[in-house]
Protein backbone atom coordinates (compact mmCIF):
# COMPACT_ATOMS: atom_id res chain seq x y z
CA UNK A 1 0.00 0.00 0.00
CA UNK A 2 1.61 2.97 -1.38
CA UNK A 3 0.20 6.40 0.70
CA UNK A 4 1.35 9.48 -0.76
CA UNK A 5 1.64 12.53 2.18
CA UNK A 6 0.24 16.25 1.51
CA UNK A 7 1.14 17.99 4.90
CA UNK A 8 -0.87 17.21 7.45
CA UNK A 9 -3.30 14.93 5.34
CA UNK A 10 -2.77 11.82 3.27
CA UNK A 11 -3.83 11.67 -0.83
CA UNK A 12 -5.92 8.55 0.51
CA UNK A 13 -8.01 7.90 3.72
CA UNK A 14 -6.86 4.53 5.85
CA UNK A 15 -10.06 2.66 6.40
CA UNK A 16 -9.18 0.15 8.42
CA UNK A 17 -11.07 0.11 11.82
CA UNK A 18 -10.30 -0.95 14.96
CA UNK A 19 -13.17 -2.08 17.15
CA UNK A 20 -13.42 -2.40 20.85
CA UNK A 21 -16.46 -3.73 23.01
CA UNK A 22 -17.36 -4.34 26.86
CA UNK A 23 -20.50 -5.19 28.56
CA UNK A 24 -21.79 -5.38 31.79
CA UNK A 25 -24.57 -7.26 31.38
CA UNK A 26 -25.55 -7.99 35.17
CA UNK A 27 -25.13 -4.96 36.53
CA UNK A 28 -28.50 -4.49 39.04
CA UNK A 29 -28.99 -1.01 38.22
CA UNK A 30 -27.60 -0.22 35.02
CA UNK A 31 -26.93 -3.11 32.58
CA UNK A 32 -25.12 -2.14 29.36
CA UNK A 33 -23.04 -3.12 26.32
CA UNK A 34 -20.72 -0.46 24.31
CA UNK A 35 -19.03 -0.67 21.09
CA UNK A 36 -16.09 1.75 19.72
CA UNK A 37 -15.45 1.86 16.26
CA UNK A 38 -12.20 4.70 15.24
CA UNK A 39 -10.95 4.92 11.81
CA UNK A 40 -7.68 6.80 10.95
CA UNK A 41 -8.92 8.61 8.01
CA UNK A 42 -7.15 11.71 6.17
CA UNK A 43 -4.73 12.12 8.95
CA UNK A 44 -1.40 10.96 8.70
CA UNK A 45 -1.86 8.97 12.10
CA UNK A 46 -4.95 8.40 14.48
CA UNK A 47 -5.01 11.44 16.15
CA UNK A 48 -7.88 10.51 19.20
CA UNK A 49 -8.83 8.20 22.06
CA UNK A 50 -10.96 6.66 24.34
CA UNK A 51 -11.59 5.33 27.17
CA UNK A 52 -14.79 2.70 28.42
CA UNK A 53 -14.77 1.29 31.62
CA UNK A 54 -18.15 -0.37 32.71
CA UNK A 55 -16.59 -3.22 35.67
CA UNK A 56 -13.26 -1.73 37.19
CA UNK A 57 -14.36 1.21 39.36
CA UNK A 58 -16.00 1.02 42.14
CA UNK A 59 -19.08 4.01 42.57
CA UNK A 60 -18.94 5.01 46.19
CA UNK A 61 -22.19 4.47 47.95
CA UNK A 62 -22.71 8.20 48.14
CA UNK A 63 -22.74 8.67 44.35
CA UNK A 64 -25.64 6.24 43.83
CA UNK A 65 -28.43 8.74 42.48
CA UNK A 66 -31.36 8.90 44.78
CA UNK A 67 -33.67 7.52 42.57
CA UNK A 68 -36.93 5.39 44.22
CA UNK A 69 -36.74 3.26 41.24
CA UNK A 70 -33.05 2.48 41.95
CA UNK A 71 -32.81 -0.91 44.48
CA UNK A 72 -29.59 0.77 45.87
CA UNK A 73 -29.95 3.64 46.80
CA UNK A 74 -31.08 2.75 50.50
CA UNK A 75 -28.10 2.57 53.07
CA UNK A 76 -28.42 -0.75 53.33
CA UNK A 77 -24.83 -2.22 53.35
CA UNK A 78 -26.10 -5.65 52.19
CA UNK A 79 -27.19 -4.41 48.87
CA UNK A 80 -24.63 -4.75 45.97
CA UNK A 81 -23.25 -1.56 44.39
CA UNK A 82 -22.88 -1.60 41.21
CA UNK A 83 -19.55 -0.65 39.50
CA UNK A 84 -19.55 2.97 38.06
CA UNK A 85 -19.59 3.60 33.99
CA UNK A 86 -17.21 5.64 32.97
CA UNK A 87 -16.73 6.74 29.08
CA UNK A 88 -14.79 9.38 27.16
CA UNK A 89 -13.83 10.51 23.92
CA UNK A 90 -10.12 12.67 23.22
CA UNK A 91 -10.21 14.52 20.15
CA UNK A 92 -6.17 15.24 18.88
CA UNK A 93 -6.90 18.30 17.46
CA UNK A 94 -3.74 17.79 15.28
CA UNK A 95 -1.57 15.49 17.52
CA UNK A 96 -2.75 12.19 19.88
CA UNK A 97 -0.09 13.32 22.82
CA UNK A 98 -2.76 15.25 25.03
CA UNK A 99 -6.07 12.59 23.67
CA UNK A 100 -4.05 9.52 25.01
CA UNK A 101 -2.79 10.86 28.04
CA UNK A 102 -6.62 12.21 28.89
CA UNK A 103 -6.99 8.49 28.03
CA UNK A 104 -4.40 7.19 30.61
CA UNK A 105 -4.95 9.50 33.04
CA UNK A 106 -8.93 9.98 33.22
CA UNK A 107 -10.13 7.42 35.33
CA UNK A 108 -7.59 6.93 38.16
CA UNK A 109 -7.65 11.66 38.78
CA UNK A 110 -11.84 11.30 38.50
CA UNK A 111 -11.35 8.77 40.75
CA UNK A 112 -9.52 10.74 43.61
CA UNK A 113 -11.30 13.64 43.66
CA UNK A 114 -12.74 14.64 46.97
CA UNK A 115 -16.62 14.53 45.81
CA UNK A 116 -15.97 11.04 44.17
CA UNK A 117 -14.17 9.93 47.67
CA UNK A 118 -17.26 10.94 50.12
CA UNK A 119 -19.94 13.39 50.24
CA UNK A 120 -19.46 17.00 50.33
CA UNK A 121 -21.28 19.45 51.77
CA UNK A 122 -23.91 21.36 49.08
CA UNK A 123 -22.53 24.87 49.84
CA UNK A 124 -19.41 23.85 48.85
CA UNK A 125 -20.64 22.87 45.26
CA UNK A 126 -20.97 25.94 43.24
CA UNK A 127 -23.03 24.15 41.08
CA UNK A 128 -25.64 25.90 39.09
CA UNK A 129 -27.43 23.34 37.28
CA UNK A 130 -30.41 23.95 39.88
CA UNK A 131 -30.02 19.98 40.51
CA UNK A 132 -31.45 19.01 43.88
CA UNK A 133 -29.75 15.59 43.37
CA UNK A 134 -26.69 15.79 45.69
CA UNK A 135 -24.91 12.57 44.04
CA UNK A 136 -24.96 14.15 40.62
CA UNK A 137 -24.06 17.10 41.88
CA UNK A 138 -21.08 15.30 43.35
CA UNK A 139 -20.42 13.93 39.89
CA UNK A 140 -20.24 17.10 37.68
CA UNK A 141 -18.28 19.05 40.72
CA UNK A 142 -16.05 15.64 40.64
CA UNK A 143 -15.70 15.70 36.50
CA UNK A 144 -15.19 19.62 36.67
CA UNK A 145 -12.10 19.13 39.04
CA UNK A 146 -10.72 16.11 36.59
CA UNK A 147 -10.52 18.36 33.81
CA UNK A 148 -8.94 20.96 35.40
CA UNK A 149 -6.52 18.58 37.32
CA UNK A 150 -5.56 16.98 33.63
CA UNK A 151 -5.17 20.54 32.26
CA UNK A 152 -2.70 21.00 35.40
CA UNK A 153 -0.67 17.28 34.70
CA UNK A 154 -0.55 18.08 31.34
CA UNK A 155 1.46 21.27 32.03
CA UNK A 156 3.41 20.13 34.82
CA UNK A 157 7.32 19.30 33.96
CA UNK A 158 7.11 15.59 35.30
CA UNK A 159 4.71 14.46 32.96
CA UNK A 160 6.22 16.24 29.87
CA UNK A 161 8.03 12.80 28.76
CA UNK A 162 4.39 11.55 28.38
CA UNK A 163 3.78 13.96 25.81
Known sequence: LFINIMG???STP???KQTESDAALDCPVAPLAFGVVDMQGWRKSMEDAHV???DRVELPRHL???NPNNKNSNNDDKE???SAK???VFDGHGGPEVARFCQLYLVSVLTQQPTWLEPQPLDNHNDNDNNDNPS???IGVALRMTFHALDRMIDAPEYRNEL
Open 80 to 82: EIP
Open 64 to 66: LLQ
Open 8 to 10: TYL
Open 136 to 138: TMD
Open 52 to 54: GVV
Open 14 to 16: VTE
Open 86 to 88: IFG
